[in-house]
């Protein structure tokens, strides 16, 4: 059963169109994380929530926004995507960040620009 | 400061033997293995911590060289269910974020 859920899979928008992504967990892990994965690059991470509080990375561009209305969810929203958008979006949990913990991840949403 | 992962590729033959070696320029409290599948999630496979130790289960197995702050990863009689691109992902402190490799792209043939 899969544990961490992003939705959709596939998303195509328009250049500048708004698009948000989901992520849903079952794990009632206190740790959300989002990260943008181009071809053949490393998972590089945008932020994270750890319960509540929200962590952006220095060099996350303004353009890329989250939310977590609850624990279970957690959103990526991309205000005006550009062609350099393009990427796989991996969401990920973890138990805690103050132990040294597995993160799990969701399948991806791979997001193309038009 | 990114990991260097090498080799960036390599193509084995089922039942043979690979390295994967995860490398930093500074010190670091913990390395943290993945694979991926192409299409997939990336998948744990195991966290080593600082203080030079091994781990391992089935035929996968890491080390964890402080002193070289370098890792490896070791794979034997591969599988063909081994492929995919194998992460090293490290900390540099506890409570640290994760640093991705790019990653080893690992391919098994019958």
């Known amino acids: 059963d899969a544990m961490v859920i992003q939705n959709p899979r596939y998303q195509v928008t328009q250049f500048g169109k708004p698009v948000t992504l989901s992520c849903s967990q079952t794990?009632?892990?206190?740790?959300m994380y989002w990260y943008q994965q181009k071809s053949s690059q490393a998972p590089k991470l945008l932020f994270h929530?750890?319960?509540?509080?929200?962590?952006n990375e220095a060099d996350t561009p303004d353009n890329f926004q989250s939310r977590r209305p609850n624990t279970s969810f957690c959103f990526l929203d991309i205000r005006s995507p550009g062609l350099g958008d393009a990427a796989m979006y991996l969401c990920?949990?973890?138990?805690?960040?103050?132990?040294?913990?597995?993160?799990?991840f969701g399948a991806g949403t791979r997001l193309s620009v038009l | 400061q990114q990991p260097v992962q090498s080799p960036q590729a390599v193509i084995l033959r089922e039942g043979e033997d690979a390295v994967i070696n995860c490398s930093s320029s500074?010190?670091?409290?913990?390395v943290h293995w993945y694979r991926q599948k192409h299409g997939e999630a990336p998948v744990f496979l195991m966290i080593?911590?600082?203080?030079?130790e091994q781990k391992g289960h089935d035929k996968i197995s890491a080390s964890f060289n402080e002193k070289k702050q370098q890792s490896s990863l070791y794979l034997t009689a591969s599988q063909l269910s081994y492929s995919g691109t194998y992460f090293c992902?490290?900390?540099?402190?506890?409570?640290?974020?994760?640093?991705f490799g790019k990653g080893t792209r690992l391919h098994i043939l019958p």
């Open positions: 990920a949990t973890s138990r805690d960040m103050r132990v040294i913990d597995i993160q799990y």
């Open positions: 500074k010190a670091l409290y913990s």
């Open positions: 794990l009632n892990h206190n740790v």
């Open positions: 992902g490290t900390e540099r402190e506890r409570d640290d974020k994760i640093i």
């Open positions: 929530y750890y319960d509540k509080d929200f962590n």
């Open positions: 080593l911590l600082k203080g030079g």
